[in-house]
T-cell receptor
């Protein structure tokens, strides 16, 4: 079964610093991978998705992620953090055997002045 | 604003009550989903509807009963819930159920069972 693991339940960065949120996947077939963001009291918003095209995927709000098959990783990055980036971030992989998105447990990003 | 709306946004109900959650999507999508988001647990898929037909039911207790009267509306009927059912219930929709289709989420209904 397809699954993802997010390393680090909490990440803290300074405003203007690099954001790196880690996600590793487990899949027996080429995966379809997604990053979502959840702001307080809101639903999930799609940041970007990988569907076996380009390995470097650009998303909204300056985020991007790189698919690395050799490392089974799909880490999310942003060159310069803004205060407004503080939120919960979820990595997800599409289940090949059903209709679900299998989500990681999430990483809470804190941005300090 | 993702084009998926949910009402109510907050709901408090007793264990003997009956209530319903409503989801509406304005995106012209053909598939709709219910997810449960509990504290400290990954999101759990509950139900999937494709073209108004239920295609997946992930071992959800019968006290949760979904209904999809048309491709734009999805309901979750609740009865005799337990305190452990307190969670954020998220509705989502997608253009199709193929692997590459992303799911668009509503803001959720925060349910508290007392």
């Amino acid at each position: 079964a397809q699954s993802v693991t997010q390393l680090g339940s909490h990440v803290s960065v300074s405003e203007g610093a690099l954001v790196l949120l880690r996600c590793n996947y487990s899949s027996s077939v080429p995966p379809y991978l997604f990053w979502y963001v959840q702001y307080p009291n809101q639903g999930l918003q799609l940041l970007l998705k990988y569907t076996s095209a380009a390995t470097l995927v650009k998303g909204i709000n300056g985020f991007e992620a790189e698919f690395k098959k050799s490392e089974t990783s799909f880490h999310l990055t942003k060159p310069s953090a803004h205060m407004s980036d503080a939120a919960e971030y979820f990595c997800a992989v599409r289940s090949n055997s059903g209709y679900a998105l299998n989500f990681g447990k999430g990483t809470s990003l804190l941005v300090t002045p | 604003e993702t084009g998926v709306t949910q009402t109510p946004r907050h709901l408090v109900m007793g264990m003997t009550n009956k209530k319903s959650l409503k989801c509406e999507q304005h995106l012209g999508h053909n598939a709709m989903y219910w997810y449960k988001q509990s504290a400290k647990k990954p999101l759990e898929l509950m139900f999937v509807y494709s073209l108004e037909e239920r295609v997946e039911n992930n071992s959800v207790p019968s006290r949760f009963s979904p209904e999809c009267p048309n491709s734009s509306h999805l309901f979750l009927h609740l009865h005799t819930l337990q305190p452990e059912d307190s969670a954020l219930y998220l509705c989502a929709s997608s253009q199709g159920t193929g692997l590459g289709y992303e799911q668009y989420f509503g803001p959720g209904t925060r349910l508290t069972v007392t």
